[in-house]
């Protein structure tokens, strides 16, 4: 089949029917495929995703597609520009506030929302503190259950011109920054291979470089790569092998086994790493054999993630923020015990939590407090802010949320000019101001993360609470000032 053959109503960005399976979705891209039963090639597969977020599904053949019917505007919050559809770059906007926040509750966006007038001054620093690089899409040899990525079994590599075109920017920023990192992403960043990876890392200059990475394919070569290069390294698992049991292989196999080989190539050539764990069942019993865990393995700092629900995982599990709570006070309690590493999490609350106790400004960060843009450059060149995790999704609304692409404008050029170009950013402004207006948690949170309300709220970003906030701030700040307080001298 041709891509002449595709109708021309389906491109990204388009909703539409599927009457084999009865329900309606926004179309992701049209990319070939290999279908994993037949092991046949479908040249235009249509990738599909629930519109506001869900899980992916893929057509091979678009026949059994209809275009949808279009939706009526309901609302002053509701939608009422078409979306600049069939490219990769359409946007759009909707206004909305959100109502207070009462413990217990996950709140969405009401009805007929009234806009913030806050937008006039622009949020976004002039420049990042890092950015995000995301060098292939392909995710070698894992298939982690949670995993939110919807490229992440294709191999797209990203091209040198789209690492020159970020370093023309990045590299008088790194003059004025010694501490600016470059953070080579997902997919895994290992997958592209040490020749293509170091031409992408080439054009950079003053940089700090970093993967973070599943080790699974870490060997003496790849250590050889990451020690000439001065790469600083983060390796992503959940614990011991009994809480790493959603990391798996793409054969299907538990992936404990080969990220620990991974490890013990890096210890064994000495080279410091720190890790990242995603926690899906927050139980207090196992915070210390977890924490042990990471502390017998000599991991210089350990970021804690609590399941979330984003992108393609919508199957997680929403944790008890009771639960949450007495597990982030019991992994503080044993981190006191032999506080050998960085605990990420809890120390920023340990920071936050000693402050309050010593009765010092806490006061939520005003409206015109900078936010750091945080670019993320997919491989392809199109630029996300603020929101790694939104990179490669497509809306209805919003198109792919990208604010421009490095091959036809500067990365410098996008960043200053990110609140004109990207409505999503101006939604995403209403929801942290519902946030400042009505969250107690909001000193210590700041607002949260954009993919978050956007998947839990429906495909909207003006949303206040979410369970990924609940267990992540909320329950994180509540268990460990309950550590602090109790070990107060
Ligand atoms: S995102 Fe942060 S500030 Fe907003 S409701 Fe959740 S905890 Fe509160």
Not at 427 to 437: I, K
């Amino acid at each position: 089949m041709s891509r002449k053959s595709v109708p021309s109503w389906l491109h990204e960005g388009a909703r539409v029917r599927d009457s084999a399976q009865n329900r309606e979705g926004i179309v992701q891209f049209i990319s070939e495929w290999v279908d994993p039963t037949t092991r046949k090639a479908i040249p235009h597969a249509i990738f599909l995703r629930p519109e506001g977020g869900g899980r992916e599904w893929v057509v091979a053949d678009h026949q059994a597609l209809r275009e949808a019917e279009p939706r009526r505007p309901t609302g002053p919050g509701s939608y009422s520009r078409p979306p600049l559809i069939g490219s990769r770059h359409g946007r759009s906007t909707a206004p909305g506030v959100a109502p207070p926040c009462t413990p217990g509750a996950i709140h969405a966006p009401l009805a007929h929302p009234k806009r913030s007038t806050m937008h006039s001054a622009f949020r976004l620093a002039a420049k990042p503190r890092s950015v995000i690089m995301q060098p292939t899409t392909q995710c070698l040899p894992m298939d982690c259950t949670y995993c939110y990525l919807p490229f992440r079994n294709m191999k797209h590599l990203m091209p040198a011109a789209v690492a020159e075109a970020v370093a023309a920017a990045v590299n008088p920023w790194a003059a004025d920054d010694p501490a600016f990192e470059v953070v080579w992403h997902g997919g895994e960043p290992l997958a592209t291979g040490r020749e293509h990876l170091a031409a992408l890392m080439a054009p950079f200059k003053g940089v700090q470089h970093s993967v973070q990475t599943n080790a699974a394919l870490v060997d003496d070569a790849w250590c050889e790569f990451l020690m000439e290069h001065g790469v600083h390294v983060g390796v992503s698992i959940d614990g011991p092998a009994d809480m790493n049991t959603h990391r798996i292989t793409l054969a299907g196999r538990p992936g404990f086994r080969v990220t620990m080989r991974g490890i013990e190539r890096l210890r064994h050539r000495g080279i410091p790493y720190s890790a990242i764990a995603v926690v899906s069942d927050p139980d207090p019993d196992n915070a210390a054999r977890f924490y042990e865990f990471f502390a017998e393995l000599g991991v210089t700092t350990l970021g804690v993630n609590v399941e979330e629900e984003e992108g393609v995982n919508t199957g997680s599990k929403v944790a008890d923020p009771v639960r949450a709570a007495e597990f982030w006070a019991a992994l503080a309690d044993t981190w006191r015990g032999n506080p050998v590493m960085r605990l990420r999490e809890v120390q920023r609350v340990v920071n936050f939590a000693g402050a309050v106790l010593q009765g010092h400004e806490t006061a939520p960060l005003p409206a015109s407090s900078l936010w750091d843009p945080l670019p993320t450059v997919a491989y392809d060149g199109g630029v996300v802010m603020l929101s790694p995790e939104l990179a490669g999704f497509t809306d209805l609304r919003f198109g792919d949320f990208t604010t421009g692409n490095v091959l036809k404008d500067g990365l410098d050029v996008l960043v200053a000019e990110a609140e004109k170009r990207t409505p999503w950013i101006a939604e995403f402004w209403d929801g942290v101001d519902a946030c400042r207006a009505t969250c107690p948690t909001f000193a210590f949170c700041g607002g949260a993360h954009p993919a978050n309300r956007y998947f839990e709220h429906g495909g909207r970003m003006d949303g206040t609470r979410t369970s990924y906030c609940t267990t992540s701030k909320i329950a994180l700040l509540e268990g460990v000032t309950r550590h602090v307080r109790t070990h107060r001298p």
